[in-house]
């Protein structure tokens, strides 16, 4: 009689969950919802302060001065966004090419073990600390300069740069059909041209969004500038709307000490006076502004980008 | 490719790829592929050269601390740049710890919220959810130290450190002065640095795991949960691991934030309100003032050290969750 045996074992198994497995599972699922509340708490209150904080703080004079004498209120932090705008071009100028040249080669001519060696330390690099990258920024070009530059600065941001670009780079190349490549040598197309204006522009919004994403990343580096771009009260040239600028050329100032926004948070917030603490706070808010807006950028980006088989 | 002919798979066609080479030889295209393949190759060249030169120049930079200490440097614990007497360890405590404690508070949170969004949530709330998680991840460390001067400090030394102290004090743990500033501070700030980090590692484990796993649990009358510990968890037990180191290397280098609020005093206390120090805030502050020789070439040395921490903890970590997703055609690699 297979009957009642069947019976008992589905019997078993559809009975009613008992109540300790059931309050169990309400429980857990208590807990998730608690952890996603505590985690969210924070990211709330950050933003919250910073908009509170930073709006209230914010003024004209914050975006075109200088700042004053230690102990003195008012003054801004027009020094440190050109200095930051500075810094960055330069680590863009420096860390795009090289970050999506070796994008290219690990894509096109990365399938030997140099190119797995090359793949495993640029993910290897991508977990250094920032810190340490400013060491080795200040002892190739502070030290042989002889003195702190933007030109140091953006080299240590370009270093942290290149790994995130070239691997993006080399993902989003891999996700090119093959075949968009074989028609192209088929057409007669050389190998470079193939790969520059075919392969490379159809995976534009994906390595775009790839540098963008490193950009958001070194934007708000503040550790690797300490002892490369160091912060500088001044302006570091002679720019057209500065006091510097009188009948001398014009010089942006890449080999002097120069201010960064994020430096410049640091160096407010630490500080004993209130007024600066206010700075600090607008600074920050102007600093976040700038990384949302190229996070949302990359978001608009990836969603309007679509190619190939992707 | 849905072509006409039936050919055999990609292997075949970059092996095609390679033949038509020879044919743009007669018109030329020789050359300039050359010199784009080079050019290719030293951009590709320089990234395994900077790695290099961070080495050699760490190196370089502290043999004269390696002379002078030798191996004692890791072990001693003054810090006295005046009689030029360097020893790293209440930094190395200092990094520990505050990470520890970052990673006592981080780990069940991130996995919380990734169980969450991948198992439990509805799925319209799962992409803004992991939006906000990871909008977590571009605030630079530099905001959150603010962020922690002026509002987690006072809330500590306000409510919580007085709380901790009236209830575990007998630990040891918890006493001394609430200042709010201390080991405390850096490894709640911390903490909230890294959730994102584990937590978005620990989803894109979770969603490997193969749904009729799930289904199999169910389908032998598991509840919800049951069916997380037994099917799911239990299976992404090694790309959790994973995230969580990787959190560990990047708690570990991180600099700003902590540098503001853990006090910055070279002693190793057990309460965990006291002053601390930590290798990465050791370089943010004395670096660029160092004066003498042994003084800079001891903290090139502790960034030496660092490096070399982080490296063996980020490959750890990366292996871990390799392991876990590999062979995964979500990730891209074809």
Not at chain 1, 248 to 268: H, S, V
Not at chain 2, 214 to 223: F, I
Not at chain 2, 257 to 275: C, D, H, Q, W, Y
Request: proline share 6%; net charge positive.
């Amino acid at each position: 009689m297979p009957e009642p045996t069947v019976n008992t074992a589905v019997r078993q198994a559809v009975s009613p969950v008992s109540w300790r497995r059931r309050i169990t599972d309400h429980v857990m699922t208590g807990v998730a919802v608690l952890t996603v509340v505590l985690v969210l708490i924070p990211l709330v209150a950050i933003f919250g302060y910073l908009i509170y904080k930073g709006v209230g703080s914010l003024n004209w004079a914050f975006l075109t001065h200088i700042p004053v004498p230690e102990g003195e209120t008012g003054g801004g932090m027009a020094n440190a966004i050109v200095g930051s705008a500075l810094i960055l071009v330069v680590a863009s100028v420096i860390g795009v090419p090289f970050g999506i040249g070796a994008g290219i080669y690990l894509a096109e001519f990365g399938r030997n073990r140099l190119g797995s060696a090359i793949r495993f330390t640029a993910d290897v690099l991508n977990g250094v600390p920032s810190i340490v990258i400013g060491i080795v920024a200040y002892a190739i070009v502070v030290l042989s300069q002889k003195h702190f530059s933007a030109l140091a600065g953006g080299v240590a941001l370009a270093i942290m740069m290149v790994p995130t670009i070239s691997r993006t780079t080399e993902e989003m190349l891999l996700l090119v059909p093959q075949a968009l490549r074989e028609a192209a040598y088929g057409l007669g197309i050389p190998r470079w041209r193939t790969t520059l204006s075919i392969t490379l522009r159809t995976a534009t919004s994906g390595v775009i969004t790839g540098v963008m994403l490193a950009f958001a990343r070194i934007a708000g580096e503040t550790a690797p500038l300490l002892f490369t771009a160091l912060g500088n009260e001044y302006w570091s040239g002679r720019l057209p709307w500065n006091s510097h600028w009188q009948r001398q050329p014009w010089t942006l100032g890449l080999d002097q000490p120069t201010a960064a926004l994020p430096l410049q948070i640091f160096k407010y917030a630490t500080s004993p006076y209130d007024d600066l603490h206010r700075q600090a706070w607008a600074g920050a808010f102007v600093l976040i502004l700038l990384i949302v807006t190229s996070v949302a950028a990359v978001r608009y980006v990836v969603r309007r980008g679509t190619f190939g088989a992707a | 490719m849905p072509g006409p002919q039936p050919v055999e798979g990609t292997k075949v066609t970059s092996t095609s790829a390679d033949r038509a080479t020879p044919l743009l030889q007669t018109s030329g295209g020789e050359v300039p592929d050359r010199v784009f393949k080079s050019a290719m190759t030293v951009c590709g060249l320089a990234v395994l050269g900077v790695l290099v030169l961070i080495v050699y120049e760490l190196m370089s930079g502290s043999r004269l601390s390696w002379h002078a200490f030798g191996f004692k440097f890791f072990g001693g614990s003054d810090w006295d740049p005046v009689n030029e007497r360097f020893g790293a360890l209440p930094f190395i405590y200092g990094t520990l710890v505050s990470s520890l404690v970052a990673l006592i508070i981080a780990v069940p949170l991130s996995v919380g919220v990734a169980v969450f969004t991948t198992e439990m949530c509805p799925k319209a709330l799962r992409g803004p959810l992991s939006f906000f998680v990871e909008l977590l991840a571009a605030i630079p460390s530099v905001i959150y130290g603010l962020w922690a001067i002026f509002v987690l400090v006072p809330l500590l030394s306000g409510y919580v450190q007085p709380f901790l102290a009236k209830t575990l004090g007998w630990t040891g743990l918890f006493e001394g002065p609430p200042y709010g500033i201390g080991m405390l501070a850096a490894g709640i700030i911390l903490a909230i640095m890294i959730v994102p980090i584990i937590s978005s590692i620990t989803r894109e484990v979770l969603m490997v795991v193969p749904q009729h796993q799930r289904e199999g649990v169910l389908a032998l009358g598991a509840t919800r949960w049951e069916m997380i510990r037994v099917g799911v968890l239990r299976n992404a037990r090694a790309g959790i691991v994973g995230g969580i180191i990787l959190g560990l290397g990047r708690a570990l280098g991180e600099t700003m934030a902590v540098t503001m609020v853990i006090g910055n005093r070279p002693e190793i206390a057990k309460s965990l309100f006291a002053p601390g120090y930590t290798m990465a805030s050791v370089l943010a502050n004395e670096f660029s003032e160092a004066t003498g020789d042994v003084y800079l070439s001891s903290l090139i040395e502790i960034g030496l050290a660092l490096f070399l921490v982080t490296i063996i903890v980020n490959a750890l970590a990366q292996l871990l969750v390799w392991t876990v997703t590999r062979g995964q055609p979500a990730r891209g690699h074809a």
